[in-house]
């Protein structure tokens, strides 16, 4: 079972892919400071999403935009849930059954 760790703040994450940008190598910053190369190579790549040098992917404002609106849809879509069985309830209980056609 790989180990987890709680993520890497922002700050760090910017200096190793300053230092790699300065041409130290990702094999030489991994080994001296932890994170796997390929992490170090995830963060390089994302920092050129971010500065417009790559556009393989989303940019960290985009990611985030992503994961907003996500989470919006899924409150969205429970909240319409609860409406629709809320109404079918009250429906019951006046003894009134709207059509299955109404959007209400």
Do not use: C, H
Not at 25 to 47: D, H, K, M, Y
């Amino acid at each position: 079972m790989p180990k987890t760790r709680p993520p890497y703040p922002d700050s760090y994450r910017q200096k190793i892919v300053d230092l790699a940008r300065t041409g130290r190598t990702v094999a030489q910053l991994a080994s001296q400071f932890g994170p796997s190369e390929q992490t170090i190579r995830n963060w390089i790549a994302q920092a050129d999403r971010d500065a417009g040098k790559r556009s393989d992917g989303l940019t960290t404002v985009e990611r985030e935009e992503f994961t907003r609106l996500r989470r919006e849809n899924r409150r969205l879509k429970l909240e319409q849930e609860i409406l629709a069985k809320a109404t079918a309830w009250f429906a019951r209980e006046t003894d009134k059954i709207p059509d299955k056609d109404s959007n209400s």
